[in-house]
């Protein structure tokens, strides 16, 4: 069991320390620490139950903690109990629930206590198993400002009773950035959120939860077709469309009409309708962008976000013309990410190859990753190639 197939067993093992009356800061911890042991021991002694390791090792370390932190005598109980327990080399598998805990714990993460960002960053840390670098780069602040907004809000869930659960908003939150982060990342989790949103959809009658599903769906329809067999990024004009997922379309379309028909549209119904149009249109020409222009509006009035807005000048300068484009850009912070890489696409598009190519030469030293940084080098190499033929 490698790295990342350990960390799918955190959310149950973690639910189970909460249920035993752990706080959730705490028990946290102490499936860090467990995991952390886990790699070190298992690769010569893996264990026959991996879940019920992590869960008898977790809880030692709960306790463990618990005593150094002087509470011995409010858990005295407890600590009895676990008297005479083996080695963590050789500890013994607990009792494993079959119950999946995933999503009850994306909704206890959601907390009262915390604002919505904060429940955000610490349910992406603690159950969706992503670095603090991660999450700071969703969240566009740097990794030092993350590390210090995790451990506030570990300290104000530290020995807080999760018995009031956040909201579907949060939870909705959370679920979009695991899955950006697993479809556009380093760690898969796309297919996981897939799951716990078709879980949440089954269990709620929302239809923003129904708009996220479906925008799950469409977008992870197209990842066959999104790299080359060399594993470099292929934009999506220049996608093989025969490789998409017609059955994942075909049900991110449905589920995305049921849920506008309901006439209460949000922010993840507008993105789907986006990415519904891109899958509807037989080829890249055919994309209908001034419809995707005015759905680009509707986003722009639900959340005023400038990453939309970045989108935006995308898709007006497809609809309108690239000079139209470069109009709306340059309403917009050129810091956001990705605004070099807008503004050198659309500059190639308006007949400026020399400006374009230093653009994309400078918005590949800015990309948040190797694939968009290989792919941006590229275009930048491509059109100083040309100019000098």
Not at 121 to 126: G, H, K, P, V
Not at 171 to 186: A, C, H, I, Q
Not at 254 to 271: K, P, S, V
Request: hydrophobic letters at 45%; a neutral charge.
């Amino acid at each position: 069991m490698n790295e990342l197939e350990l960390r799918t067993l955190v959310p149950s093992v973690l639910g189970i320390l909460v249920r035993r009356g752990a706080d959730f800061a705490a028990a946290e911890d102490a499936v860090q620490d467990a995991l952390v042991e886990a790699i070190r021991v298992w690769p010569a002694d893996p264990p026959r139950d991996p879940k019920g390791w992590l869960i008898a090792v977790a809880w030692r370390r709960f306790l463990d903690a618990v005593r150094t932190d002087g509470a011995r005598r409010r858990r005295e109980q407890l600590v009895y109990a676990e008297r005479g327990r083996p080695s963590d080399r050789g500890a013994e598998p607990a009792p494993v629930p079959a119950v999946d805990d995933t999503l009850q714990l994306y909704f206890l993460c959601a907390h009262p206590s915390l604002t919505p960002s904060s429940a955000v960053a610490l349910t992406l840390r603690a159950v969706g198993g992503l670095t603090t670098r991660q999450i700071a780069r969703a969240y566009l602040v740097p990794e030092a400002t993350m590390a210090q907004r995790i451990s506030r809000a570990k300290r104000t869930v530290a020995g807080v009773r999760f018995d009031r659960p956040g909201d579907v908003a949060t939870v909705l939150r959370v679920l979009y950035l695991v899955f950006n982060e697993g479809y556009s990342g380093d760690v898969d989790l796309a297919a996981e959120a897939i799951r716990l949103t078709r879980q949440l959809a089954g269990a709620i009658d929302h239809p923003e939860v129904a708009g996220l599903l479906a925008l799950m769906l469409l977008h992870h329809a197209r990842r066959a077709a999104r790299t080359a067999p060399d594993g470099s990024l292929v934009p999506l004009a220049e996608q093989d469309r025969t490789r998409w997922d017609t059955e994942s379309i075909a049900e991110g379309v449905e589920i995305l009409q049921a849920a506008l028909a309901r006439d209460r549209l949000g922010e993840f119904q507008a993105q789907a309708a986006i990415a519904a149009l891109h899958a509807d249109a037989p080829s890249a020409e055919e994309t209908d962008w001034v419809q995707i222009v005015e759905w680009y509006d509707e986003l722009v009035r639900l959340t005023d976000s400038p990453v939309v807005r970045l989108n935006r000048a995308v898709a007006v300068g497809e609809a309108d013309g690239p000079r139209a484009g470069l109009v709306a850009l340059a309403a917009l912070d050129d810091s956001l990410p990705r605004h070099t890489a807008v503004a050198a696409y659309l500059h190639e598009r308006a007949g400026d190859p020399a400006t374009a190519a230093l653009l994309y030469a400078d918005a590949a030293r800015k990309a948040p990753n190797l694939a968009e940084r290989d792919h941006l080098t590229r275009q930048a190499a491509r059109l100083n190639a040309r100019a000098r033929r």
